[in-house]
Every structure is written in structure tokens, then in C-alpha cells.
């Protein structure tokens, strides 16, 4: 359930200066042109022929580094942006793109190298921050990754991402107060997400205020009816609080999209149990056994037979 949001704020921006209009620079703007439109494999032709007028120029290398990254082609855009660093080492964008590119391959500690490289050039690099961030949480540094997210916020007041990320990482550290916070802040600034509301359910309910966590859960339900971590963090709660027919009708509702789920099935076994309704919970540990579940396997050896 903590989705982890990394950003892919690709520009097409030049970083180069035309005193006219040559042959090349008709070629970038045709490619731009047919980026912007979705049209990535004809853009990548045209910056390719851009490329093979003149080898030495950054701009190029640079768009046709984004297009590769949104073909997923990250090693062929890592390659265009380091050829575009060492042409214009000053500009913290490449550093920024190949960081992302690396990101995407898991190469976190790459990817926080050219982060930081990118805030180094351009302090106020918000987004660098908060991906720096991403790729520490990743990693499993979120103390560090924090401490990131704190700076994309200083930079970025309203970066509801980074609220969200920062309570994420707070959230890993059992500061659950400090969890809270965060996605309250987020959800001041986005109402839509549903994950934002099922995280600080989450945070609620690990704190053990069910029945606060229960609202949230409900009400990121009701924008995602069928997410599966908040149906079964919302049957939890149910559970923790006593309330076995709500936690039935949950799980019913987690079987009815989704018959093999074990877990669900175990779980709806022991609130059915709790209500006396003792063949329905046999029928359920005995499917959830038949799917592994070990726990509905004990279950029906001690209360089924």
C-alpha cells in the first residue's frame, strides 16, 4: 500500500543557443514538435539525423536522451546525457534526466550521485531533491531520505509528492505522529489520491486509532472500490474493533474479485468463526488450506474436524 510516486518531469528545453535557423535546429523542432504529440519513434529519427549533422552539440542529445527514456531505452539515454555533460558540464538538467534514467534501472546509487550533482548547480532543484529521496527510500535510508524530501518541501512549499513520500518515510521509522502529519498535509493539497488516505489509515491504525484508520480506509475506498490493500486493511481494522460482520462483508467483497485469494478467505474464516457461523468458516479455511495458507490449515484442524 506505500506507493512511492517518481516523477518523470521530462522537458524538451534547449540547451543551446541558434543565432538562426540551420538544418539541425529544424530537425530538434520537428522532433520536439512530434515528442510533444506522442509520436516518440519518429521524434528519435529526426534527432538522430540532428545528431549526424553535427556530433557536437548538445541539444540533440539531450531531447533524443528524453525520448529514449519514454521508449524506456534507459541505457541509450544514460549515453545521450552523459554526452550532453560533457559538452555542457554546467547544466544541472542532464544530470537530473540521467539520474532519472538511472532510477528506473535501480541503479539508486547512481541515481542519488547525479541528483546531488544537480542540486550542486541549480540549489533550488526541487525535484532533484525529492527524487534523491525516492532513490534513499529504495535503498532503505529514511532517515536520509527525509531529510531530502524536507528540502524539495523548503523549496516547494506545496509539493504534495513530497508530504506524501516524507510521511512515507516517516511512516517506515515508526514515527507514526510524524506519518500523520505529512499525509494530512498532502491531502489538504490533493484530495484525489486515494493512496494518501490509506497510508495515514495505515499510520492511524498502527498507532491503534481503528477506528479514525476506518474512515480513511473508507474513504479511499470509496475512490478505488476495488484496491486490494485498502479493502484488506479496511477488513483488519473491522477485525481489531470487534466488528465481524463488517469484516465479512469486506472480505466478500475481496473474494468476489479475487476467489483465490488466500489470505482474504482465512481472514473472512475467523470473523465468521467469532459470529457462530462455523460451517461458513470451515468453507473458507478449507479453500484458503487448499491455496497454502498455513494458517487456515491449523484453523480447520482445530475448530473443523
Not at 554526452?83 to 558540464?89: E, F, N
Not at 532533484?128 to 532517515?143: I, K, P, S
Request: glycine letters at 6%; proline letters at 2%.
Amino acid at each position: 500500500m506505500k506507493t512511492v510516486l517518481l516523477l518523470s518531469l521530462f522537458l524538451l528545453t534547449s540547451l543551446s543557443f541558434y543565432a538562426q535557423k540551420s538544418p539541425q535546429k529544424e530537425l530538434i523542432d520537428s522532433g520536439i514538435l512530434k515528442a510533444k504529440l506522442g509520436d516518440f519513434k519518429e521524434a528519435l529519427k529526426d534527432f538522430d539525423k540532428a545528431v549526424a549533422l553535427d556530433s557536437n552539440e548538445a541539444e540533440p542529445y539531450y531531447n533524443r536522451g528524453i525520448v529514449r527514456s519514454e521508449l524506456k531505452n534507459y541505457p541509450g539515454a544514460i549515453s545521450d546525457f552523459s554526452k550532453v555533460i560533457r559538452l555542457k558540464p554546467s547544466h544541472a538538467e542532464p544530470y537530473y534526466n540521467r539520474g532519472l534514467a538511472k532510477d528506473y534501472m535501480q541503479d539508486y546509487f547512481g541515481a542519488i550521485q547525479d541528483y546531488t550533482k544537480a542540486v550542486s548547480l541549480k540549489a533550488d532543484y526541487y525535484d532533484a531533491y525529492h527524487n534523491c529521496g525516492l532513490a534513499r527510500y529504495d535503498l532503505g535510508d529514511f532517515q536520509e531520505a527525509i531529510k531530502d524530501f524536507t528540502r524539495a518541501i523548503a523549496y516547494k512549499p506545496d509539493f504534495t509528492e513530497a508530504f506524501y513520500n516524507r510521511g512515507l518515510s516517516r511512516f517506515s521509522i515508526q514515527d507514526l505522529t510524524g506519518a500523520v502529519q505529512d499525509f494530512n498535509e498532502a491531502i489538504k493539497l490533493d484530495t484525489t489520491q486515494f493512496e494518501y488516505y490509506s497510508s495515514r489509515g495505515a499510520a492511524k491504525a498502527a498507532a491503534g486509532q481503528y477506528e479514525e484508520a476506518i474512515g480513511d480506509f473508507s474513504i479511499a475506498r470509496m475512490i478505488n472500490p476495488n484496491d486490494l490493500n485498502v479493502n484488506m486493511n479496511l477488513a483488519l481494522a473491522y477485525m481489531y474493533l470487534k466488528r465481524y460482520q463488517d469484516a465479512v462483508d469486506v472480505y466478500d467483497r475481496v473474494v468476489e474479485n479475487n476467489s483465490s485469494d488466500a489470505e482474504a478467505l482465512a481472514n473472512r474464516g475467523v470473523a465468521r468463526h467469532y459470529l457462530e457461523e462455523k460451517n461458513g468458516a470451515c468453507e473458507d479455511w478449507k479453500m484458503a488450506s487448499e491455496l497454502g495458507s498455513d494458517k487456515a490449515k491449523n484453523y480447520l484442524l482445530k475448530f473443523c474436524y
